[in-house]
Protein backbone atom coordinates (compact mmCIF):
# COMPACT_ATOMS: atom_id res chain seq x y z
CA UNK A 1 0.00 0.00 0.00
CA UNK A 2 3.02 2.70 0.06
CA UNK A 3 2.95 3.34 -3.36
CA UNK A 4 -0.44 4.93 -3.56
CA UNK A 5 -0.06 8.56 -2.93
CA UNK A 6 -1.01 10.97 -0.43
CA UNK A 7 -3.41 12.53 -3.20
CA UNK A 8 -4.90 9.41 -3.90
CA UNK A 9 -5.60 8.61 -0.69
CA UNK A 10 -6.79 12.17 -0.03
CA UNK A 11 -9.73 11.16 -3.05
CA UNK A 12 -10.42 7.69 -1.48
CA UNK A 13 -11.40 9.74 1.77
CA UNK A 14 -13.76 11.67 -0.32
CA UNK A 15 -15.12 8.94 -1.67
CA UNK A 16 -15.87 6.57 1.35
CA UNK A 17 -17.39 10.24 2.80
CA UNK A 18 -19.71 10.68 -0.15
CA UNK A 19 -20.69 7.21 0.30
CA UNK A 20 -21.04 7.70 4.07
CA UNK A 21 -23.48 10.52 3.60
CA UNK A 22 -25.43 8.36 0.86
CA UNK A 23 -25.94 5.72 3.68
CA UNK A 24 -27.26 7.94 6.08
CA UNK A 25 -29.83 9.65 3.56
CA UNK A 26 -30.67 6.31 2.70
CA UNK A 27 -31.16 5.63 6.41
CA UNK A 28 -33.86 8.93 6.80
CA UNK A 29 -35.81 6.65 4.32
CA UNK A 30 -36.76 4.47 6.69
CA UNK A 31 -38.78 4.49 9.80
CA UNK A 32 -35.83 2.59 12.14
CA UNK A 33 -33.20 4.02 10.56
CA UNK A 34 -34.33 7.90 10.56
CA UNK A 35 -33.85 8.43 14.49
CA UNK A 36 -29.97 6.93 13.61
CA UNK A 37 -29.41 9.01 10.82
CA UNK A 38 -30.21 12.39 13.01
CA UNK A 39 -28.19 11.40 15.94
CA UNK A 40 -25.33 10.46 13.78
CA UNK A 41 -25.46 13.98 11.16
CA UNK A 42 -23.55 16.24 14.32
CA UNK A 43 -20.47 13.47 14.06
CA UNK A 44 -20.44 13.52 10.28
CA UNK A 45 -20.36 16.98 10.54
CA UNK A 46 -17.53 16.67 12.85
CA UNK A 47 -15.54 14.07 11.25
CA UNK A 48 -15.68 15.90 7.80
CA UNK A 49 -13.62 18.95 9.47
CA UNK A 50 -11.37 16.20 11.17
CA UNK A 51 -10.28 14.46 7.50
CA UNK A 52 -9.79 18.41 6.14
CA UNK A 53 -7.79 19.54 9.33
CA UNK A 54 -6.02 16.05 8.68
CA UNK A 55 -5.47 15.74 5.19
CA UNK A 56 -4.57 19.31 4.86
CA UNK A 57 -1.65 18.92 7.16
CA UNK A 58 -0.58 15.79 5.24
CA UNK A 59 -0.71 17.95 1.58
CA UNK A 60 0.73 21.07 3.29
CA UNK A 61 4.31 20.06 3.60
CA UNK A 62 6.62 18.88 5.96
CA UNK A 63 6.82 21.69 7.86
CA UNK A 64 3.21 22.07 8.18
CA UNK A 65 2.52 18.36 8.96
CA UNK A 66 5.22 18.69 12.05
CA UNK A 67 3.90 21.54 12.96
CA UNK A 68 0.28 19.34 13.38
CA UNK A 69 1.95 16.39 15.01
CA UNK A 70 3.78 18.54 17.46
CA UNK A 71 0.67 20.14 18.19
CA UNK A 72 -1.52 16.82 18.26
CA UNK A 73 1.34 15.44 20.45
CA UNK A 74 0.94 18.41 22.73
CA UNK A 75 -3.08 18.00 22.98
CA UNK A 76 -3.47 14.38 23.46
CA UNK A 77 -0.62 14.54 26.23
CA UNK A 78 -2.61 17.41 28.33
CA UNK A 79 -5.77 15.77 27.63
CA UNK A 80 -4.54 12.17 28.94
CA UNK A 81 -2.37 13.64 31.90
CA UNK A 82 -5.95 15.84 32.74
CA UNK A 83 -7.73 12.86 33.43
CA UNK A 84 -5.15 10.27 34.85
CA UNK A 85 -3.02 12.84 37.26
CA UNK A 86 -5.93 15.66 37.80
CA UNK A 87 -6.20 18.65 36.76
CA UNK A 88 -3.54 21.23 35.79
CA UNK A 89 -0.72 18.40 36.00
CA UNK A 90 -2.11 17.95 32.19
CA UNK A 91 0.49 20.79 30.59
CA UNK A 92 3.63 18.49 32.59
CA UNK A 93 2.49 15.89 30.07
CA UNK A 94 2.07 17.73 27.33
CA UNK A 95 4.98 19.19 27.30
CA UNK A 96 6.99 15.64 27.80
CA UNK A 97 4.90 14.17 25.10
CA UNK A 98 5.98 16.94 22.66
CA UNK A 99 9.48 16.91 23.07
CA UNK A 100 9.20 12.59 22.54
CA UNK A 101 7.70 13.46 19.36
CA UNK A 102 10.01 15.73 18.68
CA UNK A 103 12.98 13.41 19.59
CA UNK A 104 11.12 10.73 17.26
CA UNK A 105 10.93 12.65 14.32
CA UNK A 106 14.86 14.04 14.26
CA UNK A 107 16.08 10.09 12.75
CA UNK A 108 15.53 6.67 12.83
CA UNK A 109 18.02 5.69 15.92
CA UNK A 110 15.40 7.56 18.02
CA UNK A 111 12.79 5.61 16.97
CA UNK A 112 14.55 2.72 17.57
CA UNK A 113 15.03 3.89 21.50
CA UNK A 114 12.14 4.95 22.01
CA UNK A 115 10.11 1.58 20.43
CA UNK A 116 12.70 -0.31 23.15
CA UNK A 117 11.53 1.56 26.17
CA UNK A 118 7.95 1.11 25.11
CA UNK A 119 8.77 -2.30 25.39
CA UNK A 120 10.66 -2.30 28.36
CA UNK A 121 7.75 0.03 30.09
CA UNK A 122 5.21 -2.84 28.88
CA UNK A 123 7.29 -5.91 29.97
CA UNK A 124 7.29 -4.31 33.42
CA UNK A 125 3.87 -3.19 33.64
CA UNK A 126 2.65 -6.33 32.77
CA UNK A 127 5.18 -9.10 34.32
CA UNK A 128 5.83 -7.63 37.71
CA UNK A 129 3.25 -6.61 40.73
CA UNK A 130 2.80 -3.10 41.25
CA UNK A 131 2.82 -1.80 45.08
CA UNK A 132 -0.87 -0.22 46.44
CA UNK A 133 -1.21 3.61 44.83
CA UNK A 134 2.38 3.62 43.55
CA UNK A 135 3.20 7.15 41.79
CA UNK A 136 4.98 5.87 38.77
CA UNK A 137 2.17 2.95 37.92
CA UNK A 138 -0.67 6.21 35.92
CA UNK A 139 3.04 7.72 34.50
CA UNK A 140 4.27 4.56 33.16
CA UNK A 141 0.55 3.75 31.79
CA UNK A 142 0.85 7.04 29.89
CA UNK A 143 3.99 6.42 28.61
CA UNK A 144 2.73 3.16 26.81
CA UNK A 145 -0.37 4.90 26.04
CA UNK A 146 -0.84 7.79 24.05
CA UNK A 147 2.75 9.34 24.91
CA UNK A 148 5.32 6.96 23.01
CA UNK A 149 2.97 5.39 20.86
CA UNK A 150 2.37 9.32 19.40
CA UNK A 151 5.65 9.39 19.10
CA UNK A 152 6.02 6.31 16.79
CA UNK A 153 3.63 7.52 14.71
CA UNK A 154 4.75 11.31 14.23
CA UNK A 155 7.78 9.12 13.22
CA UNK A 156 5.59 7.21 10.61
CA UNK A 157 3.75 10.72 8.80
CA UNK A 158 7.29 12.31 8.47
CA UNK A 159 8.67 9.41 6.78
CA UNK A 160 7.87 9.57 2.96
CA UNK A 161 8.11 5.75 2.43
CA UNK A 162 5.67 5.32 5.85
CA UNK A 163 3.62 8.14 5.33
CA UNK A 164 0.79 7.26 2.91
CA UNK A 165 0.37 4.30 4.97
CA UNK A 166 -0.11 5.76 7.87
CA UNK A 167 -2.89 7.78 6.28
CA UNK A 168 -4.31 4.17 5.45
CA UNK A 169 -4.52 3.39 8.82
CA UNK A 170 -6.60 6.67 9.21
CA UNK A 171 -8.99 5.98 6.64
CA UNK A 172 -9.20 1.75 7.39
CA UNK A 173 -10.01 2.74 11.42
CA UNK A 174 -12.87 5.58 10.78
CA UNK A 175 -13.98 3.32 8.46
CA UNK A 176 -14.09 0.53 10.77
CA UNK A 177 -15.53 2.66 13.69
CA UNK A 178 -18.18 3.88 11.31
CA UNK A 179 -19.62 0.55 9.95
CA UNK A 180 -19.22 -1.13 13.72
CA UNK A 181 -21.20 2.02 15.04
CA UNK A 182 -24.03 2.16 12.12
CA UNK A 183 -24.36 -1.75 12.85
CA UNK A 184 -24.13 -1.90 16.58
CA UNK A 185 -26.58 1.03 16.82
CA UNK A 186 -29.16 -1.30 14.27
CA UNK A 187 -28.16 -4.48 15.34
CA UNK A 188 -26.33 -4.48 18.35
CA UNK A 189 -27.93 -6.62 21.54
CA UNK A 190 -24.55 -7.81 23.97
CA UNK A 191 -22.33 -5.69 24.92
CA UNK A 192 -18.42 -6.33 23.88
CA UNK A 193 -16.75 -4.88 26.33
CA UNK A 194 -19.17 -3.91 29.75
CA UNK A 195 -16.42 -1.93 31.74
CA UNK A 196 -14.31 -0.06 29.20
CA UNK A 197 -16.37 0.80 26.69
CA UNK A 198 -20.24 -0.11 27.35
CA UNK A 199 -21.12 1.44 24.31
CA UNK A 200 -19.53 -1.05 22.15
CA UNK A 201 -21.36 -4.39 20.70
CA UNK A 202 -20.24 -8.07 19.87
CA UNK A 203 -22.45 -7.45 16.68
CA UNK A 204 -21.13 -4.04 15.75
CA UNK A 205 -17.63 -4.93 15.89
CA UNK A 206 -18.48 -7.93 14.14
CA UNK A 207 -20.20 -5.99 11.36
CA UNK A 208 -17.45 -3.74 11.04
CA UNK A 209 -14.78 -5.74 10.34
CA UNK A 210 -16.80 -7.89 7.49
CA UNK A 211 -17.89 -4.01 6.05
CA UNK A 212 -14.34 -2.98 6.04
CA UNK A 213 -12.75 -5.83 4.88
CA UNK A 214 -15.05 -6.02 1.76
CA UNK A 215 -14.53 -1.76 1.10
CA UNK A 216 -10.85 -2.87 1.43
CA UNK A 217 -11.03 -5.40 -1.17
CA UNK A 218 -13.09 -3.27 -3.83
CA UNK A 219 -11.02 -0.33 -2.84
CA UNK A 220 -7.72 -2.43 -3.81
CA UNK A 221 -9.31 -4.17 -6.73
CA UNK A 222 -10.72 -1.26 -8.39
CA UNK A 223 -6.93 0.32 -7.92
CA UNK A 224 -4.98 -2.52 -8.84
CA UNK A 225 -3.24 -3.40 -5.61
CA UNK A 226 -2.66 -6.35 -3.89
CA UNK A 227 -6.26 -7.85 -2.74
CA UNK A 228 -5.13 -10.14 0.18
CA UNK A 229 -2.65 -7.77 1.56
CA UNK A 230 -5.18 -5.00 1.95
CA UNK A 231 -7.46 -7.23 3.53
CA UNK A 232 -4.91 -8.65 6.15
CA UNK A 233 -3.92 -4.81 6.28
CA UNK A 234 -7.63 -4.06 7.53
CA UNK A 235 -7.65 -6.74 10.36
CA UNK A 236 -4.34 -5.65 11.46
CA UNK A 237 -5.33 -2.31 11.70
CA UNK A 238 -9.22 -3.37 13.02
CA UNK A 239 -7.19 -5.15 15.85
CA UNK A 240 -4.62 -2.42 16.35
CA UNK A 241 -7.57 0.38 16.62
CA UNK A 242 -9.88 -1.57 18.95
CA UNK A 243 -6.58 -2.09 21.66
CA UNK A 244 -6.17 2.01 20.96
CA UNK A 245 -10.04 2.33 21.64
CA UNK A 246 -9.92 0.22 24.80
CA UNK A 247 -6.77 1.77 26.19
CA UNK A 248 -8.31 5.36 26.04
CA UNK A 249 -11.39 3.97 27.39
CA UNK A 250 -9.05 2.76 30.45
CA UNK A 251 -7.87 5.90 31.20
CA UNK A 252 -11.59 7.91 30.81
CA UNK A 253 -12.82 4.88 33.21
CA UNK A 254 -10.05 5.67 35.50
CA UNK A 255 -10.46 9.20 35.54
CA UNK A 256 -14.35 9.06 35.93
CA UNK A 257 -15.11 10.84 32.75
CA UNK A 258 -17.45 10.07 29.58
CA UNK A 259 -15.22 12.36 27.50
CA UNK A 260 -11.69 14.07 27.29
CA UNK A 261 -11.79 17.35 27.17
CA UNK A 262 -13.62 18.35 24.46
CA UNK A 263 -12.19 20.22 21.42
CA UNK A 264 -14.53 19.31 18.70
CA UNK A 265 -18.40 18.78 18.95
CA UNK A 266 -19.51 15.30 19.11
CA UNK A 267 -16.09 13.97 18.94
CA UNK A 268 -14.77 14.92 21.99
CA UNK A 269 -11.27 15.42 22.94
CA UNK A 270 -8.35 14.84 19.88
CA UNK A 271 -7.85 11.32 21.81
CA UNK A 272 -11.09 10.96 21.27
CA UNK A 273 -10.97 11.47 17.54
CA UNK A 274 -7.47 9.73 17.30
CA UNK A 275 -7.11 7.44 19.69
CA UNK A 276 -7.06 4.27 17.37
CA UNK A 277 -4.75 5.99 14.66
CA UNK A 278 -2.70 6.73 17.28
CA UNK A 279 -2.20 2.71 18.24
CA UNK A 280 -2.31 1.70 14.54
CA UNK A 281 -0.08 4.12 13.55
CA UNK A 282 2.71 3.35 16.02
CA UNK A 283 1.49 -0.34 15.64
CA UNK A 284 2.39 -0.21 11.59
CA UNK A 285 5.29 2.44 12.08
CA UNK A 286 6.95 -0.53 14.71
CA UNK A 287 6.44 -3.43 12.57
CA UNK A 288 8.26 -1.90 9.86
CA UNK A 289 11.26 -0.28 11.59
CA UNK A 290 11.57 -4.03 13.17
CA UNK A 291 11.10 -5.31 9.51
CA UNK A 292 13.91 -3.65 8.25
CA UNK A 293 16.48 -3.96 11.53
CA UNK A 294 15.86 -7.78 10.96
Do not use: C
Not at 69 to 83: H, I
Not at 195 to 209: F, H, N, Q
Amino acid sequence: MTEVSVVQLAWVAAALLGGGFLLLAVLTLTPRGRPLAQSLAGSAASLVITVVVLFGAFLGGVWILGAFLLLLSARVGYEAGEVQLGAGRGYIVAAGSSLLTLFAMSNLMAVIVLAGVWMVLFGRFIGLPWRAGSPMKPIIELALYPVLPMALLAYGAMDERLRPLVLVAYILIETFDSYALVVGKLFGRHAAFPVLSPRKTIEGLAGGAVFLILTVVIIAAVMELAVFGAAGLAVLAGGLGLAGDLAASRIKRSGGVKDFPVVLGHQGGALDVFDSWIAVGAGLTLIFVLSNLI
